[in-house]
């Protein structure tokens, strides 16, 4: 035992060693900051802008990004966004109806993907280089002459049900909609899908929508391509020349309010009753929006307090030290008008008042507690290290020069991270931390209803019903 005891401590030891040796290096080979591959910026038709990258190879991908998502709904219209693009893509186009424009895209090799997110939509189509036209006169069809069908409503809408049914048996997802709807009222992040909200939305809800969102002010052309520049153009002009004019769109968020109404919560507990044997904590707050200055230092704060995985400070304080938590971890998003900070474990019923305790200690102690200096190196090494990783591909590099219009931020907020990471202290990381956890934290448990009374040892348990 003893001779297998040495073993692994030497080799433990040289493990360390090498691991040391390689930080090192990294050290010694620091990268440069991003330098963003030239693009060609263009305006198409009645004003759409349009972002073109060349490629070596004879493929080409055309995505149009509609300037409309969940953060554009209301507690009454949550969920049409999403609805919307899903019936479209089943729905087709006045030239492409129903599954023709699958049939036609993939019967030349290509694909076409719909998505939407939190403050965009978006239709992406990859073809060969020879069949470009193919690929832009779909997309323009879908963009001006989308076929809004009762039927491809109906389908849409059933098949978003279906999902969101399924999406209620994840305890971390719906203690996630709790905190977002709590924190935002309902609106913007806190506009929660129901089964009613996605009933109530009609055709005409979706063809309002569609005349307001798409329009060449609020959609933004992304194309990759081995062909020339002026080719691509001509291109573009032929083909969307059509769009109908706009301007952006935009949502609103009144912050002071919100963070008012955050206040009010700070000492309250929402517990989501569910005959399950664990339970899904949630904590989270309001970030500020994208490209403040607090950005880049609340982003290494997360990163050292949940965001690095096994080696962040909740995982090693709930998980690594005590085996309260398999998962635990936690998140920032920034927004256009907002943003999002969000932290979660699941834990055993028994534990859930001492895992709460632990998430809420290591929060604010962000605020207060000193940065040691090796997690300053290392929160620095990996943050730089994977930073490149966002540029690896033309399609990556393509959706970064379509992120930087949409935010209206100069190509500095991307070729500057590096430099601004390496200039971070400890101090400021605490400080920025410090003004974000100052309003205060919502406190939301998905477990079972008998989990209130060890619970109020943290403040006030409000028992709340959740689709």
Request: net charge negative; hydrophobic share 40%.
């Given at each position: 035992m003893y001779y297998w005891k040495a073993i692994n401590k030497i080799t433990m030891c040289l493990l360390f060693s090498l691991y040391s040796v390689s930080l090192q290096r990294l050290y010694a080979t620091p990268l440069e900051n991003i330098t963003l591959p030239q693009t060609t910026k263009f305006a198409v038709g009645k004003g759409m802008t349009a972002y073109a990258i060349k490629t070596e190879i004879p493929a080409f991908t055309v995505t149009a990004q509609i300037g409309f998502?969940?953060?554009?709904?209301?507690?009454?219209?949550?969920?049409?966004?999403?609805?919307?693009?899903?019936?479209?893509?089943?729905?087709?186009?006045?030239?492409?109806?129903?599954?023709?424009?699958?049939?036609?895209i993939e019967r030349a090799g290509g694909n076409i993907h719909f998505d939407s997110g939190w403050e965009e939509s978006s239709i992406t189509i990859t073809m060969l280089d020879r069949d470009a036209e193919i690929a832009l006169e779909v997309l323009s069809d879908i963009l001006v002459h989308p076929l809004l069908t009762v039927n491809a409503l109906a389908d849409a809408r059933s098949l978003l049900n279906e999902s969101l049914k399924r999406q209620r048996d994840e305890p971390h997802l719906i203690a996630f909609e709790v905190v977002r709807k709590i924190l935002f009222d309902g609106d913007g992040y806190g506009a929660i899908p129901t089964e009613k909200t996605l009933n109530?939305?009609?055709?005409?809800?979706?063809?309002?929508?569609?005349?307001?969102?798409?329009?060449?002010?609020?959609?933004?052309?992304g194309i990759s391509s081995s062909r020339a520049r002026e080719q691509i153009i001509q291109l573009c002009q032929k083909y969307f020349s059509h769009v109908p004019y706009g301007v952006r769109q935009s949502y609103t968020c009144n912050s002071s309010l919100l963070r008012e109404?955050?206040?009010n919560n700070e000492n309250k507990i929402f517990l989501i009753p569910r005959e399950i044997p664990q339970a899904t904590i949630a904590v989270g707050t309001i970030a500020p929006p994208i490209g403040v200055a607090e950005e880049i230092p609340l982003i290494a704060m997360n990163y050292i307090?949940?965001?690095?995985?096994?080696n962040s400070r909740?995982?090693?304080?709930?998980?690594?030290?005590?085996?309260?938590?398999?998962?635990?971890?936690?998140?920032i998003r920034f927004r256009k008008h907002t943003g999002l900070f969000l932290a979660y474990a699941?834990?055993?019923?028994?534990?859930?008042?001492?895992?709460?305790?632990?998430?809420?200690?290591?929060?604010?102690?962000?605020?207060?507690?000193?940065?040691?200096?090796?997690?300053?190196?290392?929160?620095?090494?990996?943050?730089?290290?994977?930073?490149?990783?966002?540029?690896?591909?033309?399609k990556n590099i393509l959706s970064k020069y379509?992120?930087?219009?949409?935010?209206?931020?100069?190509?500095?907020?991307?070729?500057?991270?590096?430099?601004k990471i390496r200039s971070l202290t400890a101090n400021t990381i605490m400080t920025a931390a410090k003004n974000l956890f100052s309003h205060g934290l919502i406190k939301v448990v998905v477990g079972k209803k008998e989990l209130g009374q060890p619970l109020a040892e943290c403040g006030e348990v409000i028992i709340s019903k959740h689709p």
């Open positions: 998502g969940n953060l554009f709904e209301t507690k009454h219209t949550a969920g049409i966004s999403s609805l919307l693009i899903k019936t479209i893509a089943i729905g087709g186009s006045a030239k492409f109806p129903g599954t023709a424009i699958y049939y036609t109530s939305i009609t055709i005409e809800h979706l063809e309002s929508a569609h005349k307001k969102y798409f329009t060449t002010g609020n959609i933004i052309l109404k955050l206040h307090l949940g965001g690095a995985s096994f909740l995982m090693n304080e709930i998980r690594a030290k005590r085996g309260l938590s398999y998962s635990t971890a936690s998140v699941q834990t055993r019923t028994d534990e859930a008042l001492l895992t709460l305790k632990l998430m809420e200690e290591n929060i604010h102690a962000m605020k207060s507690n000193p940065i040691t200096d090796d997690e300053m190196k290392w929160m620095k090494l990996s943050l730089e290290n994977s930073y490149i990783f966002e540029f690896d591909t033309p379509l992120f930087l219009d949409y935010y209206n931020l100069n190509e500095s907020y991307l070729t500057s991270y590096i430099e």
